[in-house]
């Protein structure tokens, strides 16, 4: 009971995970993407009366009992005293800073464990929407542990896309291995560069895809 309003309460959460990646996966997989952000954290957003976060290894819930504004004033200050108290741990997460913060579309930035886009070499991947002039981008990101996974994986999307599809040869950039397909009129175009296997995937404009990725390739150069 919060207030003179025996009516009135909270239900809290906690869901303790192995990791911070699998908590971060059980959160992205149950937000709601027309909700707003936390400004408190990097994963959380409020919908309705509930609040959702994603703190170290712990998917948590606070669930006020209405939106009535004394009631949400308190879940607030608890939520707060959540953020201060759990532990502020992202390992396992670091894959998804190859993806860009800028154009992307809030509460877009998902995990897929494995078998993103149906292929197997594509596991452990973040996976965000960005707003372009023409329309939306799907483009995921892939950390592995050396360069020579990331170099097998791109090897292994080359083969498909080369056998399933018809692959771009004017498309290259300096420094990095990177390749354009289409397959039945959508575009997919995919960068390795050290550890990280980077790209645009089921594009439908092709010119927009290529220079997403171009300006990515520049950016993250060096």
């Known amino acids: 009971i919060l207030t003179s309003n025996e009516n009135e309460f909270l239900d809290v959460y906690l869901f303790e995970m192995d990791s911070p990646l699998n908590a971060f996966g059980i959160f992205s997989a149950e937000r709601d993407p027309s909700s707003p952000p936390l400004d408190l954290v990097a994963d959380g ?11 170290g290894n712990i998917y948590a819930q606070v669930l006020a009992s209405s939106t009535d504004p004394a009631t949400m004033q308190i879940a607030d200050g608890f939520v707060r005293q959540l953020v201060r108290t759990l532990p502020a741990d992202d390992s396992g997460l670091e894959g ?23 292929q197997a070499a594509l596991n452990a991947v973040f996976e965000a929407t960005y707003r372009i002039e023409s329309g939306e981008l799907t483009v995921f990101a892939q950390d592995t542990a050396d360069a020579e996974t990331a170099r097998a994986n791109w090897d292994a999307l080359l083969e498909f896309y080369g056998k399933y599809g018809t692959l771009d040869a004017s498309v290259e950039a300096e420094g990095v291995s990177v390749f354009a397909a289409d397959v039945f009129d959508q575009w997919s175009v995919i960068f390795v560069r050290d550890t990280a296997l980077v790209g645009v995937v089921n594009a439908t404009d092709r010119d927009a895809a290529v220079a997403f990725v171009m300006n990515l390739i520049e950016a993250t150069a060096g």
């Open 45 to 55: 957003y409020q919908s309705g009366s509930g609040t959702f976060m994603r703190l």
């Open 96 to 118: 998804r800073s190859l993806l860009p913060f800028e154009n992307q579309v809030p509460g877009s930035l998902t995990y897929i464990n494995d078998n993103a886009y149906g």
